[in-house]
């Protein structure tokens, strides 16, 4: 997760839709090999956020056979307007890709000037009202992140053994806050009297810090930190590692991710909370080819959709005791009954 972002999410356990002048693809079915952008506000090699959506997209390109290109456009937010308004005017493309609030004002900027693409926009969501064409070509992704840092919550106040545990985020805003409010939730619905830690590192990038706060947290008696930050959460491994703690991941199966490469690192994330993008995409693209996908609506994807949810890999199989494994699946299967009802930052 270099950079993440939701817009508010409700609380029913299906899928929710907010739709403006909705057009389905079946309307714009394709006459020539499909050509899709995807288009990074940051860099790939995250091992969290966009690094899965990339994954989602290949995934897709190679099972459907069509073409796509990605554009990092670097980490520094002065460049992605503009990057946006040259891909958007230059590129060969059908569909193009993004993800984060901070791409919404440029998209609903350009949207209505290509009402013959095709834009998914996705950890976000535009407003009809502000696109020319009620942004009617469309189509946004959210993901229920409150939801999944609840079951991560969950575990990590069944997990402690010290009753502290921690969250590092990347800044006080409130995406961030989301996971924040739905970790703090859980972990307090398994003892009300256990203590959350909790810091913000300031950016997206930065180990050095993410290693300096947690630290902090295991010296202060956490046993279990939550890293909300993205890169930056690369130093909260390296500072469980070193004090022989654990640490939970954020977007992607981080342990995975690493394991083949630095095994002795992976084995501290005891799990991640996942938000599916890879899937997310996979599908968006998927549905669009059978001609079904409903541009000009949001989407959004909790714990039944499977939009969220935590990895559970052989880590965390070897680490998990089945009675906690057991709670978590209750856990989960309250949240999509809507018997538990997670709080929300939005």
Not at 120 to 139: E, F, K, L, Q, R
Not at 243 to 254: F, K
Request: charged share 20%; net charge negative; proline share 3%.
């Amino acid at each position: 997760m270099l950079l993440t972002a939701c817009s508010k999410s409700g609380e029913a356990a299906t899928a929710e839709e907010t739709t403006s002048g909705e057009t389905t693809s079946e309307e714009v079915a394709e006459t020539k090999p499909l050509k899709v952008i995807h288009l990074v506000n940051g860099v790939l090699g995250d091992k969290s956020f966009f690094d899965s959506a990339e994954r989602g997209v290949k995934k897709a390109s190679e099972e459907f056979g069509f073409e796509y290109k990605t554009i990092e456009m670097g980490t520094d937010p002065a460049g992605w307007e503009s990057g946006l308004a040259d891909a958007a005017a230059n590129e060969e493309y059908d569909i193009m890709i993004m993800g984060t609030w901070q791409m919404v004002g440029y998209l609903e900027a350009i949207a209505g000037k290509y009402p013959d693409k095709y834009f998914m926009i996705y950890d976000t969501a535009v407003t009809p009202d502000n696109c020319s064409n009620a942004c009617s070509n469309v189509y946004s992704i959210t993901y229920k992140q409150n939801e999944g840092s609840y079951v991560a919550g969950v575990y990590a106040g069944l997990m402690t053994k010290t009753g502290i545990v921690g969250v590092v985020g990347a800044q006080d805003i409130p995406v961030i806050n989301d996971f924040i409010v739905g970790y703090t939730q859980g972990v307090k619905s398994v003892n009300p009297d256990y203590q959350v830690l909790l810091n913000y590192a300031g950016g997206w990038n930065d180990p050095a810090k993410g290693k300096e706060q947690a630290l902090a947290m295991y010296q202060q008696g956490a046993d279990y930190v939550f890293q909300v930050a993205g890169a930056t959460g690369d130093g909260i491994f390296q500072a469980a590692q070193e004090t022989g703690n654990y640490a939970i991941g954020v977007d992607s199966d981080q342990a995975t991710i690493i394991k083949d490469t630095n095994p002795e690192l992976a084995a501290v994330i005891a799990t991640s909370m996942m938000k599916n993008v890879d899937n997310s995409l996979y599908r968006a693209l998927k549905l669009h080819l059978e001609g079904t996908l409903p541009y000009g609506t949001s989407e959004a994807l909790g714990i039944a959709e499977g939009g969220v949810g935590l990895a559970k890999n052989d880590i965390y199989d070897s680490l998990t005791p089945q009675d906690v494994k057991d709670k978590i699946s209750q856990a989960e299967a309250d949240v999509t009954a809507g018997t538990i009802t997670v709080d929300t930052a939005f």
